[in-house]
């Protein structure tokens, strides 16, 4: 999987080739052809791969927090979504070269991925809308503002550590980060009180 997500993040989908993702592994394409058929199918086993991490930190953070704020145990969700992307920092490059309008493997990835992931999470914005954590607004919006804003560490880390001297992969940058996110909230709340 994992030269596979290599593969695909470096080159794209149409570049990237079942021979050179077995070379690097030293595996005969055959052995990678034996157990995906064709290409999309090894995209889509790297895609759900990646994702069933993500939904097992999401399940893990909400299981292990249900006491609490809401707002807290969604944004302990969207933390480990940001350790995550640091942890494997392709995963930004594989997923962008297949969000663009008319991609064919991007109608596989809302359905089967990206939507019941959303499914998981939009009960919990809404909680903590009506618990007043978040103000009123889509949802769905909520949702994607939090992904960009948890996302920033790992798309712009090099970028930081060239222009700041930052390394995003480090905890205390991390932790500072987030905190620096939650108070965006908490600013707008207590502003409201």
């Known amino acids: ?8 993040a470096e080159k794209g ?15 005969p394409h055959t052995t990678v052809t034996h157990h995906y058929k064709t290409k999309d199918l090894l995209w ?5 791969d990646l994702f069933s991490t993500i939904r097992s930190l999401w399940e893990k953070e909400s299981d ?16 480990s ?17 297949e969000k663009w309008p008319g991609n064919p493997r991007l109608p596989w990835l809302a359905e089967n991925i990206l939507a ?8 919990e914005i ?29 798309i712009f880390g ?10 995003s992969s480090n905890p205390l940058l991390v932790s500072e980060y987030v905190s620096l996110v939650k108070s965006i909230f908490s600013a707008k709340n207590s502003s409201e009180e």
Not at 13 to 27: C, G, M, N
Not at 81 to 97: D, K, M, N, V
Not at 116 to 123: F, S
Not at 158 to 167: C, L, N, Q, S, V
Request: charged share 20%.
């Open 64 to 79: 292990g927090s249900k006491s609490g704020k809401v707002f807290d145990r969604l944004m302990s969700e969207y933390v």
């Open 81 to 97: 979504f940001l350790e995550f992307t640091l942890e494997h920092p392709l995963f930004h490059q594989f997923l962008a070269r």
């Open 126 to 154: 809404r909680a903590a809308q009506n618990e007043g954590a978040l103000p009123r607004g889509n949802p769905i919006l909520f949702h994607y503002v939090f992904l960009a804003l948890m996302s920033v560490p790992s």
């Open 44 to 48: 889509q086993a790297v895609a759900d």
């Open 13 to 27: 989908f149409a570049a990237a080739s079942i021979r050179d993702i077995a070379a690097r592994v030293d595996l």
């Open 158 to 167: 090099a970028e930081m550590e060239f222009t700041a001297g930052m390394k």
């Open 116 to 123: 019941p992931l959303l499914e998981h999470l939009l009960p």
């Open 1 to 8: 999987m994992d030269a596979a997500l290599a593969e695909f």
